[in-house]
Nanobody
Framework: QLQLVESGGGLVQPGGSLRLSCAAS????????IGWFRQAPGKEREGVSC????????NYADSVKGRFTVSRDNAKNTVYLQMNNLIPEDTAVYYC???????????????????WGQGTQVTVSS
């Protein structure tokens, strides 16, 4: 059983930056692709970014391309989401999730993910 814990959320002004972390425990971390998802009030949860278990492949939603960067450190069992040039529309609860896969497998399909963290709030406001 894999446990995931997000951290790094907070309040930031438009144009600012945050780095989210997703720390894993309880199962071999290196077999999982990790995705980042977000859910704003009154909206459905949506995929933001994902990274393959090897780190060689990544994918981003169009709304965050060029502003967000996903990375992972398998030695630390941690995945990061660097978020730059934040806008109010990025305000949401951000979740990380894990799905087992081949070394370059990536997906933003929510239903494929097996394990989920509890989320961290990101608020972009002046």
């Amino acid at each position: 059983q894999l446990q995931l814990v997000e951290s790094g959320g907070g309040l930031v002004q438009p144009g600012g930056s945050l780095r989210l972390s997703c720390a894993a425990s309880g199962s071999p971390f290196g077999i999982y692709a990790i995705g980042w998802f977000r859910q704003a009030p009154g909206k459905e949860r949506e995929g933001v970014s994902c990274i393959s278990r090897s780190g060689a492949s990544t994918n981003y939603a169009d709304s965050v391309k060029g502003r967000f960067t996903v990375s992972r450190d398998n030695a630390k069992n941690t995945v990061y989401l660097q978020m730059n040039n934040l806008i109010p529309e990025d305000t949401a609860v951000y979740y990380c999730a894990a799905v087992p896969g081949l070394p370059t497998y990536v997906t933003l399909e929510i239903n494929r993910y097996k394990y989920w963290g509890q989320g961290t709030q990101v608020t972009v406001s002046s």
